[in-house]
């Protein structure tokens, strides 16, 4: 699989297709394996690439100390450069999307067009920067079978399919516990982004699940009308992971965007 050096560390990226270059960022804790069915869904009209971040997949191992969302953007705009190009469409999911919203902010121009989906631009609060602590006490403790079984739940819809809950699953007991540490810290002191949004000028798409309990439709919209000139969809029948709850309606809506 392909690696490259970003940065003083190797990161793990899978390619697909031909076309312009669209660049896929994952959520927490997840792997480019959330994309499966983008890359080969996108493969016709976009060269895909989906990487693992710093700590994730098959990237170089992380020693537990936060995962900015600047370095992770500093991170993508470099692999973006090296792979030859000069900008990308950027899609990023919860996470994801922190670190997209972090490379408008540092590496405008690398941004083409921005797919922000079940993500959102304010800092946590007291509390969440606690819920994470918290989080991150946990699963030092326990292990990631636990957090697993709360993710499931968490993350997915009532009625998702099994097949999504086991890729899930799959996906974060994958996931290095030094990892989670690094992005629940990491994610706990990103900055505020809000008033970034109304400095977006590229075509930008945010991508709601209808039934995702973290960050509702109405959040997602509201952060689309920030955006001018923004589109703003909902997924039917998916949580806080459309991709992989329903691939075929994600897939279809970064089609009809980027046509």
């Known amino acids: 699989m392909p690696m490259v050096t970003i940065n003083g560390r190797e990161l793990h990226f899978a390619r697909q297709g031909s076309g312009p270059l669209a660049v896929l960022i994952h959520g927490y804790p997840l792997d480019h394996t959330m994309w499966l069915d983008q890359l080969s869904g996108l493969s016709g009209v976009r060269t895909t ?19 900015t969302m600047h370095q992770l953007a500093d991170d993508v705009a470099g692999l973006i450069g090296e792979l030859g190009e000069s900008s990308a469409d950027v899609v990023g999911l919860s996470m994801g999307g922190y670190v ?24 946590d609060s007291e509390e969440g920067r606690a819920g994470r602590e918290a989080q ?46 690094a992005s629940l810290r990491g994610m706990a002191e990103r900055s505020d982004r809000t008033e970034l949004l109304g400095s977006i000028t590229v075509p930008t798409l945010a991508i709601a699940g209808e039934e995702d ?29 459309p991709p992989i709850e329903r691939p075929a309606a994600f897939t279809e809506a970064l089609l009809n965007f980027w046509s």
């Not at 997915?156 to 540490?181: C, N």
């Open 49 to 67: 690439v989906a990487l693992d971040l710093p700590g994730y997949g098959m990237s170089e191992r992380v020693t537990g100390q936060p995962l």
């Open 100 to 123: 997209a919203l972090a490379l408008w902010e540092r590496h405008p121009d690398v941004v083409r067009t921005l797919v922000l989906a079940n993500t959102r631009a304010a800092a």
């Open 136 to 181: 991150a006490v946990a699963v030092v403790g326990e292990g990631r079978a636990e957090l697993a079984a709360r993710l499931v739940d968490a993350l997915l819809s009532p009625g998702a399919e099994l097949v999504a809950k086991a890729r899930l699953r799959t996906m974060v007991e994958s996931t290095p516990v030094e990892t989670i540490v």
């Open 213 to 241: 309990g973290l960050i509702p439709p109405l959040d997602m919209h509201e952060l689309s009308a920030a955006i001018s000139g923004s589109e703003f969809l909902v997924v039917p029948g998916a949580g806080h992971l």
